[in-house]
Nanobody, 125 residues
Framework: QVQLVESGGGLVQAGGSLRLSCAAS????????VGWFRQAPGKEREFVAG????????YYADSVKGRFTISRDNAKNTVYLQMNSLKPEDTAVYYCAADTTGWIIRADMNGYDYWGQGTQVTVSS
């Protein structure tokens, strides 16, 4: 059974940094497109960043461009999201997801096959 497990969330002050990890078990996702999404209270889940299997191409939401960096270590079956210059509006539950059949990064959450349970990120002002 495939499992994606996020970690690294927590409470941080505005301007601070966190690094989220998404580890896969049950299968390798070295050939998958992996995306990070987030959902704030009362809001819809939104795309944050994505990375193709080779790591050669990434894509970011405008709201995080220049502050967040997505990367992957296929040998460790893990994808990371480095978040710098955090703002209170970044507060949300962050989810990673794997697209096992795609070749391009999609911002549409319906394009992803497996999801983690999420990790809470809270940024205080």
């Amino acid at each position: 059974q495939v499992q994606l497990v996020e970690s690294g969330g927590g409470l941080v002050q505005a301007g601070g940094s966190l690094r989220l990890s998404c580890a896969a078990s049950g299968r390798t996702f070295r050939r998958d497109v992996v995306g990070w999404f987030r959902q704030a209270p009362g809001k819809e889940r939104e795309f944050v960043a994505g990375i193709v299997w080779s790591g050669s191409s990434t894509y970011y939401a405008d709201s995080v461009k220049g502050r967040f960096t997505i990367s992957r270590d296929n040998a460790k079956n893990t994808v990371y999201l480095q978040m710098n210059s955090l703002k209170p509006e970044d507060t949300a539950v962050y989810y990673c997801a794997a697209d096992t059949t795609g070749w391009i990064i999609r911002a549409d959450m319906n394009g992803y096959d497996y999801w983690g349970q999420g990790t809470q990120v809270t940024v205080s002002s």
